[in-house]
Antibody
């Protein structure tokens, strides 16, 4: 069974940093592109970042560019999101999602909550 | 950036009825990179449709997608109780992914 499990969410002060992790199992992690998608409380979905198989092609949403860094360690079946200079508007559940066909997302992890507040 | 606008915001229907959800793009979506997701309260989204009209693995055939260019739709032929949820469309273009704001499908 394909599984994605996120961790690392926490309460952090504005301007602080946090690193999220996502571990994949049940599939060949290195064969899939990966993404982070977030959802603010009571709001819709917002794509955050994409990384290809080897980490050589990366995209970011304008709202996080220059503050967030996506990376992966295929030997550990792991995806990461380093988040710096956090703002209140970064408060959200962060999901990791495997690339599906035709630039879609599936499956998704259960999400990890990041709260940015003083 | 391509903006996706979903309508209606909320759709109230009864089980057994047909639902049609709309997703309109601010510019033409190339190469059919349009997908639909279902999200239930407290759960992660689930991929329903990719490539405009292809059902993802395990998705019942009462779900269908169609459209081209800037206008797309998701149709649920006969609503089951478990279909009441929020639905999002999503596209990829110019190294960016965007989602629509969602349509809430509620029981009438």
């Amino acid at each position: 069974e394909v599984q994605l499990v996120e961790s690392g969410g926490a309460l952090v002060q504005p301007g602080g940093s946090l690193r999220l992790s996502c571990v994949g199992s049940g599939f060949t992690f290195s064969s899939y592109e990966m993404n982070w998608v977030r959802q603010a409380p009571g709001k819709g979905l917002e794509w955050v970042s994409y990384i290809n198989f080897w980490g050589t092609n990366i995209y970011y949403a304008d709202s996080v560019k220059g503050r967030f860094t996506i990376s992966r360690d295929n030997a550990k079946n792991s995806l990461y999101l380093q988040m710096n200079s956090l703002r209140a508007e970064d408060t959200a559940v962060y999901y990791c999602a495997r690339d599906a066909t035709s630039w879609s997302f599936g499956p998704w992890g259960q999400g990890t909550l990041v709260t940015v507040s003083s | 950036e391509i903006v996706l606008t979903q309508s209606p915001g909320t759709l109230s229907l009864s089980p057994g009825e047909r639902a049609t959800l709309s997703c309109r793009a601010s510019q033409s979506i190339r190469s059919s990179y349009l997908a639909w997701y279902q999200q239930k309260p407290g759960q992660a989204p689930r991929l329903l449709i990719y490539g405009v009209s292809t059902r993802a693995t395990g998705i019942p055939d009462r779900f269908s997608g169609s459209g081209s260019g800037t206008d797309f739709s998701l149709t649920i032929s006969r609503l089951e109780p478990e279909d009441f949820a929020v639905y999002y469309c999503q596209q990829f273009g110019n190294s960016r992914f965007t989602f629509g704001q969602g349509t809430k499908l509620e029981i009438k």
